[in-house]
T-cell receptor
Framework: GAVVSQHPSRVICKSGTSVKIECRSL??????MFWYRQFPKQSLMLMAT?????????EQGVEKDKFLINHASLTLSTLTVTSAHPEDSSFYIC??????????FGPGTRLLVL | QKEVEQNSGPLSVPEGAIASLNCTYS??????FFWYRQYSGKSPELIMS????GDKEDGRFTAQLNKASQYVSLLIRDSQPSDSATYLC???????????FGEGTQLTVNP
């Protein structure tokens, strides 16, 4: 089956630093990837839709200059949390869409900003 | 009104019982419906998808869809302690488009 990986799985950083999270589709090409954020005991909230070779589409209320998304190849999208603050601490999950519309989730990245 | 609403939990059932999870959605043009299971600290995993009115069975799981009522449900027969997790309902407008999730229902199956 389709496999999506994320790296790192867990990261702890100091306030004000930037953190990059990678999302890779391992055995299929994904022209579209989605980035979600999940706070404790809440559901997944879509942050942005990442399209290979073009600018990401951000959901309302998500700052594009703070959450930088790059989808430079058909198997890799990156999310960079710039100048991270404690309120950015969350579980970040990506999903990748295959060419028949199926969506597959990565294992998630837990970010803790001190 | 939220786009996707799930019955409030937590839901607790004894081992071997049937667990019933419900979901309603507001967008009539929605075409695809999914149930995901999420264990604590893990990302969601797809357990059922349904696209047409009626029932769809897969092992101990049965999804039911009623587009007229904008309602989708998941039944888990012979519930096992390993089924204890949060179940997320997700709705998709068109194939491959964004998923909209409900807030989830936490299920506990007691041995």
């Amino acid at each position: 089956g389709a496999v999506v990986s994320q790296h790192p799985s867990r990261v702890i950083c100091k306030s004000g630093t930037s953190v990059k999270i990678e999302c890779r589709s391992l055995d299929f090409q994904a022209t579209t990837m989605f980035w979600y954020r999940q706070f404790p005991k809440q559901s997944l909230m879509l942050m942005a839709t990442s399209n290979e070779g073009s600018k990401a589409t951000y959901e309302q209320g998500v700052e594009k200059d703070k959450f930088l998304i790059n989808h430079a190849s058909l198997t890799l999208s990156t999310l960079t949390v710039t100048s991270a603050h404690p309120e950015d601490s969350s579980f970040y999950i990506c999903s990748a869409r295959d060419d028949v519309g199926g969506q597959y989730f990565g294992p998630g990245t837990r970010l803790l900003v001190l | 009104q939220k786009e996707v609403e799930q019955n409030s939990g937590p839901l607790s059932v004894p081992e071997g019982a049937i667990a019933s999870l419900n979901c309603t959605y507001s967008d009539r043009v929605s075409q695809s419906f999914f149930w995901y299971r999420q264990y604590s600290g893990k990302s969601p995993e797809l357990i059922m998808s349904i696209y047409s009115n009626g029932d769809k069975e897969d092992g101990r799981f049965t999804a039911q869809l009623n587009k007229a009522s904008q309602y989708v449900s998941l039944l888990i027969r012979d519930s096992q302690p390993s089924d204890s997790a949060t179940y997320l309902c997700a709705v998709q407008e068109t194939s491959g488009s964004r998923l909209t999730f409900g807030e989830g229902t936490q299920l506990t199956v007691n041995p």
